[in-house]
């Protein structure tokens, strides 16, 4: 069963609750929530305020993704704040076992993220010990970028890896993730998808069913 995670980054923050409200109703369980620092990544959305007030109104899963240079120094802050799961990006974590550590001993769950030119080798030590792998299949930054084609032939290594050592950690994949696409990322082995544009532009339930059929006529 493949998970779609709307980015938040996407949505009409004017218009936030009454679009978290249509999410949930449509069978959405998971919010993706991109950290941005306007260091590792140009650009700058929003941190813990946001993310503790979404806590206060949803139950739904706070999926944060840490696109900040030294995350480990914000890991407190979002726990408190009210993430579920952090992810932090490979690139950027310098003691990147101890970090994890922190997470999971607070009892929320793990993800590394990998940018599209970082090779999955760079995870070999750490992937028993992680839920969830982020395969970045655009640079990341802003929104609404073309998906990187090359990046499919890393979701399809990280699921071989999965099957052959028999782990648990989920993938999930996030950029340029459009109707034409998203059953083929599927396929190659990502069980989250993260959509932003393609969920938040136009009517939000319309966008959610096509692309739920289109996962549908996969399986």
């Known amino acids: ?17 009454s679009q978290i409200d249509i999410l949930k109703l449509n069978g959405i369980r998971s919010l993706h929530l991109d950290i941005m620092d306007g260091m590792y990544v140009p650009n ?37 704040a009210g993430a579920d799961s952090i992810t932090l990006h490979i690139e950027t974590c310098r003691h990147l076992d101890s970090a994890l550590e ?33 395969v970045m299949s655009v640079n990341p930054g802003f929104g609404g970028q073309q998906f990187i084609e090359y990046t499919k032939r890393k ?13 648990s950690y989920s993938i999930q994949v996030d950029g340029g993730v459009n109707k034409e696409n998203i059953a083929d ?26 692309l739920k059929g289109l996962l549908e006529e996969r399986e």
């Open 1 to 17: 069963m493949v998970t779609l995670s709307p980015s938040l980054l996407a949505a009409d923050f004017v218009n936030l609750r």
């Open 44 to 80: 700058i959305s929003f941190g813990p305020p946001v993310i503790k007030s979404l806590r206060k109104y949803t139950d739904m899963f706070l999926d944060v993704h840490m696109m900040v240079e030294a995350p480990e120094r914000y890991i407190d802050d979002m726990i408190y």
């Open 102 to 134: 922190k997470i999971r001993k607070s009892g929320k769950k793990t993800g590394v993220a990998l940018n599209p030119a970082t090779p999955v080798l760079l995870l070999d030590e750490i992937l028993p010990f992680v839920d969830m792998v982020l």
């Open 155 to 167: 979701i399809e290594r990280l699921k071989a890896i999965k099957s052959d050592n028999a782990l």
């Open 185 to 210: 990322i599927a396929e190659a082995g990502a069980d989250n998808i993260v959509a932003g544009s393609a969920i938040f532009s136009g009517d939000i339930s319309d966008n959610i069913r096509f």
